[in-house]
């Protein structure tokens, strides 16, 4: 992973995140209520599942944001990736992964609820951004349940990788769901 500036990172989260917005508002809810199989999640469980996960990315580096802080290592700006995250990341891209239980979801928000939390949880991550540059937040870690221990940068870039997967998926149902419709 090449080296990407903290701008960098948020902007490309941010551009993930308004084209997985407008993919998730234009599905209908009937068509987002789906399973295609009884071991794979329907769309509405993947938008929580996704909601989950960031709202735990940005409590995580909030965290790790604040230990770097207190050490008070002046940063640069820049993303320092930690070795594993880039490994295993790279790796994950090609493999399917089981969600631990924590970050399950339970079906009880509707859509708009869950991106409503998506974006409120978008805007605290946004309140950290200036910490991000003004500090090294290289040194201290979270572990992840497939990627071991990450440090904030990690986590940020993890959070849209992790968005935009899930849209790829989100993508795959839909077009499943559209073939069942002209097949029928």
Not at 41 to 67: D, G, M, P, Q
Not at 122 to 146: C, I, M, V, Y
Not at 169 to 182: D, G, V
């Amino acid at each position: 992973m090449s080296q990407k500036s903290i701008d960098d990172i948020f902007a490309a989260n941010d551009a993930i995140r308004a084209e997985y917005r407008e993919e998730i508002e234009a599905i209908s809810p009937e068509d987002a209520a789906v399973r295609l199989s009884d071991d794979q999640w329907s769309i509405n469980e993947i938008v929580e599942h996704t909601a989950i996960v960031f709202s735990a990315v940005v409590k995580i580096c909030r965290r790790l944001l604040a230990a770097a802080e207190a050490e008070a290592a002046a940063g640069d700006g820049f993303a320092k990736f930690s070795e594993g995250f880039v490994t295993s990341s790279a790796a994950a891209a090609r493999t399917p992964l089981k969600a631990p239980d924590s970050v399950l979801p339970s079906g009880t928000l509707s859509i708009g609820q869950l991106l409503a939390k998506m974006e409120s949880d978008r805007l605290e991550l946004e309140t950290l951004r200036g910490n991000f540059k003004r500090f090294d937040a290289s040194r201290h870690t979270f572990p992840h349940p497939a990627f071991g221990d990450m440090n904030a940068y990690d986590w940020l870039a993890l959070a849209g990788g992790h968005e935009k997967r899930h849209l790829a998926q989100i993508r795959s149902i839909l077009s499943q769901i559209k073939n069942q419709h002209t097949a029928g």
